[in-house]
């Protein structure tokens, strides 16, 4: 299952959690995760709006997509998938795969440091 884990959190935090994988990996452990990090909860919450992760779980569903075949799916608008899209990219939440777009994670967990 391919997981993908969110989080908010400083330049200085994600370099820890590649230090930690990299220690990891260095005595042998198998170390195969993927961690996207966001600098504040407000811009993961714009990034993984409703209608994105619509979008996003319209694409897990239906494989690699067109942008139009996306639109048509969703019943919105082209310009509206488009920059969601592109949105979902930058964040490393989408991948394109052949000129398509593809959401290659089956789970996305968040988690929201208080302190």
Same mark, same amino acid.
């Given at each position: 299952?391919?997981?993908?884990?969110?989080?908010?959190?400083?330049?200085?935090?994600?370099? #820890?959690?590649?230090?930690?994988?990299? /220690?990891?990996? %260095?005595? &042998?452990?198998?170390? =195969?995760?993927?961690?996207?990090?966001?600098?504040?909860?407000?811009?993961?919450?714009?990034?993984?709006?409703?209608?994105?992760?619509?979008?996003?779980?319209?694409?897990? #569903?239906?494989?690699?997509?067109?942008? /139009?075949?996306? %639109?048509? &799916?969703?019943?919105? =608008?082209?310009?509206?998938?488009?920059?969601?899209?592109?949105?979902?990219?930058?964040?490393?939440?989408?991948?394109?795969?052949?000129?398509?777009?593809?959401?290659?994670?089956?789970?996305?967990?968040?988690?929201?440091?208080?302190?």
């Amino acid at each position: 299952m391919n997981k993908v884990k969110l989080h908010t959190g400083t330049i200085d935090d994600m370099g #820890r959690r590649f230090v930690d994988a990299w /220690k990891r990996a %260095a005595t &042998g452990e198998a170390v =195969d995760e993927t961690h996207l990090t966001f600098l504040d909860f407000e811009t993961m919450l714009a990034t993984l709006s409703p209608k994105r992760l619509e979008l996003l779980r319209h694409a897990r #569903r239906g494989g690699p997509l067109s942008i /139009k075949a996306i %639109a048509e &799916g969703l019943g919105r =608008d082209y310009k509206n998938i488009h920059s969601d899209v592109q949105a979902l990219l930058i964040a490393g939440l989408l991948r394109k795969k052949g000129g398509r777009i593809v959401a290659p994670w089956d789970e996305v967990s968040a988690s929201l440091e208080l302190t």
